[in-house]
C-alpha cells in the first residue's frame, strides 16, 4: 500500500516557516487580494488566502469588486497597487469574467508583485533558471516531493496536462531538478504507455479518478492536482486513489494532498518577496 504524502502537514511546516521569518526579521508584508464577481468557489479560495496571510503575520487588503467592474477598472486597481509602496504581492483570483481579458491583467501586474508567478516575465525567469516568482501549485509539489524524500534526479517524470498554471511550469521546475521530463496532453498517443514509465506521475487532466492502476508503474510516486466534488458530497481527484495506491509508493490524497500547498507557498512568495525581487536568491523555494 502507497504511503500517503501528507499535504496538511506539509503546508502546515511551510506556514509556520514563514510565520517565525516574518516574526523573527520584524517584517512587514502585505498582499492585495483583488476578486471580481461571485464565484463561489473563488469566494472561498480567496477566504483562505486571507485566513492563511492572518496565520503567517502577513496583511491582507481585499478588494471584493462586482461582477459587472469593466476591464478598463481593473486594470486602474492593478496600476494603483503596482504604485503603492506599502503593498508587496498583488493576487487577482482567477477566472475572471469572460469580458475581461486574463493575460491583459496578468501581464499589467508588475513582475515584482506577482506572487502568483503568472507574470510572462516570472515563466520566462524559470524556464532560463533565474530567481523569480514561482507558479504556486506546482513549487508545491516540488516541496511535497523534498519533503517526503522523494529523489527527482534522473528520474522519468511524466505530467498530465499542459496549462500555464500547472503542467507547463511544473515541466520547467522538475527539469530543473534534473527528471527527465514528458508532457502529455489531449493529443497524446498511447497515454496509458507513457504513463507506465513513470517513476514520478504528476496528474492534472480535471476529470474524476481518470487516473486507474493500469496507467500506472509499480512503486511508481503519483501526485494528483485535481478536486472534484463527486455526487454524494465527497472529494475526489483526478485520480482512482482506490485503484492506484495498492501499486504506487507514495500518493498524495484529495483532500489533503496539493491542494494545501498551492495557498503555503502563495505566504512563501509574499514572505520571501524581497530576497526574489533582489535576486539574491537564485532559486527560489526550491
Ligand atoms: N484560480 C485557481 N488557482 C489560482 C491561483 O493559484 N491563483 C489565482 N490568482 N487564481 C487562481
Redesign the pocket.
Known amino acids: 500500500m502507497a504511503e500517503l504524502i501528507d499535504g496538511k502537514k506539509i503546508s502546515q511546516q511551510i506556514k509556520d516557516e514563514c510565520r517565525e521569518k516574518i516574526e523573527r526579521e520584524g517584517l512587514q508584508k502585505s498582499l492585495a487580494v483583488v476578486l471580481v464577481g461571485d464565484d463561489p468557489a ?1 469566494a472561498v ?1 480567496v477566504g483562505n488566502k486571507k485566513k492563511a496571510c492572518e496565520y503567517c503575520g502577513i496583511k491582507s487588503v481585499s478588494y471584493e469588486l462586482s461582477a459587472e467592474t469593466s476591464e478598463k477598472e481593473l486594470l486602474e486597481l492593478v496600476d494603483k497597487l503596482n504604485q503603492d509602496e506599502s503593498i508587496d504581492g498583488i ?5 475572471l469574467p469572460s469580458h475581461i481579458d486574463e493575460d491583459k491583467v496578468i501581464k499589467a501586474i508588475s513582475p515584482d508583485k506577482d506572487v ?1 508567478g ?1 507574470h510572462p516575465e516570472n515563466v520566462g525567469r524559470l524556464s532560463i533558471g533565474q530567481s523569480g516568482f514561482l ?3 506546482p513549487a508545491g509539489i516540488i516541496q511535497l516531493l523534498k519533503r517526503s524524500g522523494v529523489d527527482t534526479d534522473g528520474k522519468e517524470c511524466v505530467i498530465i496536462g499542459r496549462s500555464n ?1 500547472v503542467g507547463k511550469p511544473m515541466a520547467m521546475l522538475m527539469l530543473r531538478e534534473n527528471a527527465t521530463v514528458t508532457v502529455c496532453h489531449s493529443h497524446t498517443k498511447d497515454l496509458k504507455e507513457v504513463c507506465k514509465r513513470a517513476d514520478i506521475l504528476i496528474v492534472a487532466i480535471g476529470r474524476p479518478k481518470m487516473i486507474d492502476a493500469s496507467y500506472v508503474k509499480e512503486g511508481a510516486v503519483v501526485i494528483d492536482v485535481g478536486i472534484h466534488r463527486q455526487e454524494d458530497g465527497k472529494l475526489c481527484g483526478d485520480v482512482d486513489f482506490d485503484s492506484v495506491s495498492p501499486v504506487a509508493s507514495k500518493i498524495t490524497p484529495v483532500p489533503g494532498g496539493v491542494g494545501p500547498m ?1 495557498i503555503a507557498m ?1 505566504m512563501k512568495n509574499v514572505t520571501d518577496s524581497s530576497d526574489i525581487i533582489s535576486k539574491e536568491l537564485a532559486y527560489i523555494a526550491i
Do not use: A, E, K, M
Request: charged share 5%; hydrophobic share 40%.
Open positions: 473563488s479560495y493576487l487577482v483570483q482567477l477566472p502568483d503568472f507558479s504556486c501549485t498554471i498551492t502563495l
